[in-house]
């Protein structure tokens, strides 16, 4: 199993930090899916308008970039569609 070596979080003004934890555990879980180790993952969490929050990730496979986004009306929203849609791009790497 590959791991996830540094995983940075960002989070904008009004984003509660326990959003910041929740996401790194979401980009760790994702590493059982990486075709390579990852050296570098970022997560980053805004808002989008008023009550949507929404979710960027990059992920840096093997110096491939892995990138998506994903918006929903919480973060844990948000966040878990960012890491379905990362799932998806690892697993068809791995094809």
């Known amino acids: ?24 555990t979401k980009v760790e879980a994702l590493a059982r899916y990486s075709p390579a180790d990852v050296p570098v993952a970022t997560a980053r969490l805004d808002f989008d308008g008023p009550r949507r ?11 491939v970039p892995v990138n998506a986004k994903a918006t929903g009306d919480t973060y844990t929203e948000a966040v878990d569609l960012l890491q379905d849609k990362l799932k998806h791009q690892l697993l068809a790497m791995s094809d």
């Open 53 to 63: 929050v929404t979710a960027h990730g990059r992920l840096d496979v093997d110096g």
């Open 1 to 24: 199993m590959h791991e996830i070596a540094n995983i940075h979080t960002e989070l904008a003004d009004g984003i509660p930090a326990e959003a910041g934890d929740y996401a790194r």
